[in-house]
């Protein structure tokens, strides 16, 4: 468990709770999640001491779930939001094993797609969160913040305002990282989308992997749900920080804490929008195909006609001279044989030259 103290442009780690809110900025707790157990009470010490109330069960719970979807949920005192991050490669490969982190064959990126839940409790002077194991996201952001104080160290209090202000700042902060690493991710999704689509209308596209494409469509049926989860998550924090009292803080913070919750919620809703767009042509690519694959079937069922037509009358003219009888046309004379084998090639020949000019023989592309 790290104790991080936000001042006025600058920041301190903490080796205790201490036992009161900050004279000005507020206190970050995070923690592990394999640690929640353990350091409960003093979790619920320093919610008492600092934020004004305990942490309720049901939310204690709900923050040890490691399996928890987005939600929101508040009381009186502070407010509870889940939020499911993106797994990094290193966790893939835990739990997936590294043969199929490593995995390169088409649409591999859509069955790696893992996620992990993170809890924050935001009262008004403290901030609580809970991490996954070895999650680097309060490491990273703690890392931010040093090198901003210190690149502002002897500045203005101006060029300080990189710091986040109040707890819901670092927590929309933190979200809007979280909800960025999905805009990135949605480029590798496209770009192997795209690459399966190309392959899928080609030549050889009967050989395409299907099972492949049931995956992905999998991934991105969770993908939605869980972006639906957190748009609904964000939407709903959002609504319950408008119906706030307006003396609760200063204008300018206030509208700069809606400016960045909006654009959170903006940028889960492009998300949405996009795994939408990938679904769909999946599906198109899929309709695609078949008709292509039904083209072409129509095309040499043609041609097979055409051919069977040309044969035909041929077929007719041998049967018909073929028949056991004493006497037929041609078959007494020297030359027959020539005369009917000419009108044979020349009622082939005719054949063919009518079903070419209707295009019944077209060359397929």
């Not at 795209?194 to 049926?221: F, K, S, V, Y």
């Not at 939605?224 to 803080?249: F, I, K, V």
């Not at 046309?329 to 009518?354: C, D, H, N, R």
Request: overall charge negative; charged content about 20%; some cysteine.
């Amino acid at each position: 468990m790290q104790i991080v103290e936000f001042g006025t442009g600058t920041l301190r780690f903490l080796e205790q709770i201490p036992t009161g809110a900050p004279e000005s900025g507020f206190l970050w707790i995070y923690l592990d999640r394999e640690e929640l157990a353990d350091k409960l009470p003093q979790l619920q010490q320093a919610a008492q001491a600092i934020g004004g109330s305990t942490l309720l069960d049901l939310h204690v719970k709900d923050m040890g779930n490691p399996a928890h979807p987005s939600h929101y949920d508040y009381t009186s005192i502070y407010d509870l939001v889940i939020f499911r991050r993106l797994a990094t490669e290193q966790e893939v490969r835990v739990e997936l094993g590294e043969d199929v982190a490593n995995d390169d064959r088409p649409l591999a990126a859509f069955g790696r797609v893992r996620t992990r839940a993170l809890a924050f409790v935001v009262f008004d002077r403290l901030l609580v969160t809970v991490h996954p194991s070895g999650c680097q996201s309060a490491r990273s952001f703690i890392q931010r913040y040093l090198g901003d104080v210190v690149y502002s160290e002897g500045l203005s209090a101006a060029a300080r305002s990189r710091l986040p202000s109040s707890p819901a700042d670092l927590m929309l902060r933190m979200v809007n990282v979280m909800v960025d690493s999905y805009l990135e991710l949605r480029r590798a999704l496209s770009a192997e989308m795209d690459d399966w689509q190309q392959g899928l209308l080609g030549p050889d596209g009967g050989a395409a992997d299907w099972g492949a494409l049931m995956t992905a469509r999998n991934a991105l049926h969770t993908l939605e749900d869980l972006c639906e989860e957190q748009n609904d998550a964000m939407q709903e924090w959002l609504d319950t920080q408008r119906e706030l009292p307006y003396g609760s803080m200063t204008q300018a913070e206030r509208d700069g804490l809606m400016a960045r919750a909006r654009d959170v919620v903006e940028h889960i809703q492009r998300v949405v929008h996009h795994v939408r767009r990938m679904e769909s042509g999946a599906e198109s690519a899929v309709q695609i195909h078949f008709s292509a694959q039904g083209h072409r079937m129509n095309e040499i069922m043609r041609t097979l006609t055409a051919l069977t037509a040309i044969f035909l009358p041929l077929n007719l003219i041998a049967g018909v001279f073929g028949m056991n009888f004493d006497y037929l046309p041609f078959t007494k004379e020297q030359a027959g044989v020539f005369w009917i084998v000419g009108a044979m090639a020349f009622i082939a020949v005719a054949l063919v030259l009518v079903f070419r000019r209707k295009r019944y023989l077209a060359r397929t592309r």
